[in-house]
Nanobody, 129 residues
């Protein structure tokens, strides 16, 4: 059974940093197959649709970002640990949301939530002004 587990969220002040982690396990995401999946981070604020934040190819060589967090957020992955990360710097109140990681087997820089195969349960990030 595939599991994606996010961690690292919390309550911070504007300008602070957070590092989110997404640990993958089970099923087709276990062992060496993790590198076959592109990974994406999405977020969903109250009353809003889930939106793409950042993505990374299976090998980690290609990354892509939405316009809003570009230059402040960095996505990375460690395939030996089956884990993806989202480093978030210079956080703003408008970054407040539940952050989700997701795995995409096709992995062609896709940014639409329905294109992703597996999802974590989400971790809350709250940025106070």
């Amino acid at each position: 059974q595939v599991q994606l587990v996010e961690s690292g969220g919390g309550l911070v002040q504007a300008g602070d940093s957070l590092r989110l982690s997404c640990a993958a396990s089970g099923g087709t995401l276990s062992g060496g197959t993790f590198s076959l999946y592109a990974m994406g981070w999405f977020r969903q604020a109250p009353g809003k649709e889930r939106e793409f934040v950042a993505g990374i190819s299976g090998s980690g060589s290609n990354t892509y970002y939405a316009d809003s967090p570009k230059g402040r957020f960095t996505i990375s992955r460690d395939n030996a640990k089956n884990t993806a990360y989202l480093q978030m710097n210079s956080l703003k109140p408008e970054d407040t949301a539940v952050y989700y990681c997701a795995a995409d087997y096709v992995g062609l820089k896709r940014v639409v939530p329905r294109d992703y195969d597996y999802w974590g349960q989400g971790t809350q990030v709250t940025v106070s002004s």
